[in-house]
């Protein structure tokens, strides 16, 4: 056996290893009992310190030095590209601070919710601090001299950096703040009305899932606090949340969670348990989600058929038809909410979480202070003032797990899905009529062959230009948004 040959077999290991504790924290989020949080948390830290130790093993640095020498193709090298940049990393972060963490965050998760439930910032604030504390020094230790942001950021976007993305975002925030500003000053549309049952917004959800491609025979959809996707290859499940008086909060987060769920789908089965076998980056991940959800699923042709089978379900909606019911699915409202947020003004809710994250890594900002820069920031950007911490700071999971370096890659992939739509398009000139009848089989099948088949064979930015045929670029997204919202709003 070939050291390249070793080195992988002891990767699929690995790799499995990883979607076990995967699925312990799938369960944490969705049918642990609630006595059981002390005992996950020691449960997630003991994989956790199997994992780092597998990731340091120092046969690692053997294999990878001998399987340089060997013949690969081009699978073959990327492989090596993932690995070695996995055992560069995990080198740098003690074994002891990686269980730590993991201990950490499955316990600032249940103090989280419990936060969250009585709207109590306080009694979230000393966990949060900890977990602070802790990924200030993994960053540390991974940035070795270097920006330690940038250190957390390349988890989830390798080869970006908070300066870039700082650039990108100045791009993007002019347009979008003059958009805003002039839908708002017309008359808006009617929102739906009414109350949906929730069992009923389930089944729904589950059929529009299966419409976008989901595979109800490799995956699952339940409920949880945040809707989330876990696992990849054949066990890829995803969640939502629903609300009586608001359907489409559980309709839209269960096809942005498909697209995350669709691309691990989609993905080689040759790659599973690889660094191949999963999305190459959170920012590539989160374009396809969002090109589900926006591009796709608030269209004017999907919804008139979404219109059509939510009447079936519910009766008479009381809007007015189907121009009314799309008007309405994209009505620019104000709220507190990122995941409710309207397309217009999404990008506004993650740049406020990306400048109050870089602070708070950098020792700018305190974790005492966060409540107070999170509501002057948000009544800056938004004009009026938040209510309470539930519907503020305390609203995300993502700071309560560690992922710190996570939230900018949200409007990265609002960006790629922008630069994917207008390729989409171009290959597929009867989309719309296609999306009327409930037809998305061409639509996710050119993601799919273009995009999410690779995994993680090519870079991030790279798997985008090759689908595009482009770099990546803010105008594609700007351009859609004014020329859609232009339309909807008479401007």
Same mark, same amino acid.
């Given at each position: +056996?070939?050291?390249?040959?070793?080195?992988?077999?002891f990767?699929r290991?690995?790799g499995?290893?990883?979607?076990?504790a995967?699925?312990l924290?799938? #369960?944490q989020?969705? +049918?642990m009992p609630?006595?059981?949080?002390?005992?996950?948390?020691e449960e997630l830290?003991?994989? !956790?310190?199997?994992?780092?130790?597998?990731r340091t093993?120092?046969?690692i640095?053997? *294999?990878?030095e001998?399987?340089?020498?060997?013949?690969?193709?081009?699978?073959g090298?990327?492989?090596?590209?993932?690995i070695?940049?996995s055992y560069e990393?995990?080198?740098r972060?003690?074994?002891?601070?990686?269980?730590d963490l993991a201990?950490?965050?499955?316990?600032?998760?249940?103090?989280w919710a419990e936060?969250?439930?009585d709207?109590?910032?306080?009694?979230?604030?000393?966990?949060?601090?900890e977990v602070v504390?802790?990924?200030?020094?993994?960053g540390?230790?991974?940035?070795?001299g270097?920006?330690?942001?940038?250190a957390?950021l390349?988890?989830y976007?390798?080869?970006?950096s908070?300066?870039?993305?700082a650039?990108m975002f100045?791009?993007l925030?002019?347009r979008?703040v003059?958009l %805003?500003?002039a839908v708002? #000053?017309k008359?808006q549309?009617?929102?739906? !009305?009414?109350?949906?049952?929730e069992?009923?917004q389930?089944?729904? &959800?589950? +059929?529009?899932a299966?419409? =976008?491609?989901y595979?109800?025979? %490799?995956g699952?959809?339940?409920?949880?606090?945040?809707? $989330?996707?876990?696992g &990849?290859g054949?066990?890829?499940?995803i969640?939502t949340?629903t609300?009586?008086l608001?359907? $489409?909060?559980c309709?839209?987060?269960t096809?942005?969670?498909?697209?995350?769920?669709?691309? !691990?789908?989609?993905i080689?089965?040759?790659?599973?348990?690889?660094p191949l076998?999963q999305?190459?980056s959170?920012?590539?991940h !989160? &374009?396809?989600?969002?090109?589900?959800?926006?591009?796709?699923?608030?269209?004017?042709?999907f919804?008139? *058929?979404?219109?059509?089978?939510?009447?079936?379900l519910?009766?008479d909606l009381g809007?007015?038809?189907a121009?009314?019911f799309?008007?309405?699915?994209?009505?620019?409202?104000n709220?507190?909410?990122?995941?409710?947020a309207?397309?217009?003004q999404?990008?506004?809710?993650v740049l406020?979480? $990306?400048?109050?994250e870089?602070?708070?890594?950098?020792?700018?900002?305190?974790?005492?202070?966060?409540e107070?820069? *999170?509501?002057?920031? =948000?009544?800056?950007?938004?004009?009026f003032a938040v209510?309470?911490?539930?519907d503020?700071?305390?609203?995300?999971?993502?700071?309560s797990a560690g992922l710190?370096?996570? $939230?900018?890659?949200? &409007?990265l992939g609002?960006?790629y899905?922008?630069?994917?739509?207008?390729a989409?398009?171009?290959?597929e000139?009867?989309?719309d009529?296609?999306l009327?009848?409930g037809?998305?089989e061409?639509?996710t099948?050119w993601?799919?062959?273009n995009?999410q088949?690779?995994g993680g064979?090519?870079e991030?930015?790279?798997v985008i230009?090759?689908?595009c045929?482009e770099?990546?670029?803010?105008?594609?997204?700007? #351009?859609y948004?004014e020329?859609?919202?232009?339309?909807?709003?008479?401007?």
């Amino acid at each position: +056996m070939s050291a390249y040959d070793e080195l992988m077999s002891f990767e699929r290991e690995t790799g499995a290893l990883a979607q076990v504790a995967g699925r312990l924290g799938w #369960d944490q989020e969705t +049918m642990m009992p609630r006595g059981a949080a002390d005992q996950r948390s020691e449960e997630l830290a003991a994989m !956790e310190a199997v994992l780092h130790a597998r990731r340091t093993d120092p046969r690692i640095g053997d *294999w990878l030095e001998a399987a340089a020498g060997e013949a690969l193709d081009e699978e073959g090298a990327a492989q090596l590209r993932h690995i070695r940049r996995s055992y560069e990393r995990a080198n740098r972060v003690p074994a002891k601070l990686a269980s730590d963490l993991a201990r950490l965050t499955s316990r600032a998760h249940r103090v989280w919710a419990e936060a969250r439930a009585d709207d109590d910032f306080a009694a979230f604030a000393p966990v949060l601090a900890e977990v602070v504390q802790l990924k200030r020094e993994e960053g540390a230790a991974l940035a070795a001299g270097g920006d330690v942001y940038d250190a957390l950021l390349d988890d989830y976007e390798p080869g970006a950096s908070a300066v870039q993305l700082a650039e990108m975002f100045g791009a993007l925030r002019p347009r979008l703040v003059a958009l %805003r500003q002039a839908v708002l #000053d017309k008359p808006q549309p009617a929102p739906l !009305e009414g109350t949906f049952d929730e069992q009923a917004q389930m089944k729904l &959800s589950r +059929m529009v899932a299966k419409t =976008f491609g989901y595979e109800m025979a %490799r995956g699952r959809l339940d409920k949880s606090v945040h809707p $989330f996707t876990a696992g &990849s290859g054949d066990d890829v499940r995803i969640t939502t949340r629903t609300n009586a008086l608001d359907p $489409f909060n559980c309709l839209y987060s269960t096809i942005h969670e498909v697209g995350h769920a669709c691309y !691990e789908q989609a993905i080689r089965g040759g790659y599973r348990f690889t660094p191949l076998g999963q999305g190459v980056s959170m920012g590539v991940h !989160e &374009s396809q989600s969002r090109i589900y959800e926006n591009q796709l699923g608030r269209s004017r042709a999907f919804t008139g *058929w979404l219109y059509e089978r939510m009447t079936e379900l519910f009766g008479d909606l009381g809007i007015g038809g189907a121009e009314a019911f799309y008007a309405a699915v994209n009505r620019i409202h104000n709220g507190y909410i990122r995941t409710e947020a309207d397309e217009v003004q999404y990008n506004l809710h993650v740049l406020l979480r $990306f400048d109050l994250e870089r602070a708070l890594i950098a020792g700018d900002l305190e974790v005492a202070d966060l409540e107070a820069a *999170w509501n002057e920031r =948000f009544a800056k950007d938004f004009g009026f003032a938040v209510d309470k911490p539930s519907d503020g700071v305390l609203q995300d999971v993502h700071w309560s797990a560690g992922l710190f370096g996570y $939230f900018p890659t949200y &409007s990265l992939g609002n960006v790629y899905a922008g630069c994917l739509n207008k390729a989409l398009r171009a290959a597929e000139p009867d989309l719309d009529a296609q999306l009327a009848a409930g037809d998305l089989e061409k639509a996710t099948g050119w993601l799919r062959d273009n995009v999410q088949q690779y995994g993680g064979l090519y870079e991030p930015r790279a798997v985008i230009e090759k689908a595009c045929g482009e770099a990546p670029s803010e105008a594609p997204l700007l #351009d859609y948004l004014e020329a859609k919202f232009g339309a909807l709003y008479g401007l």
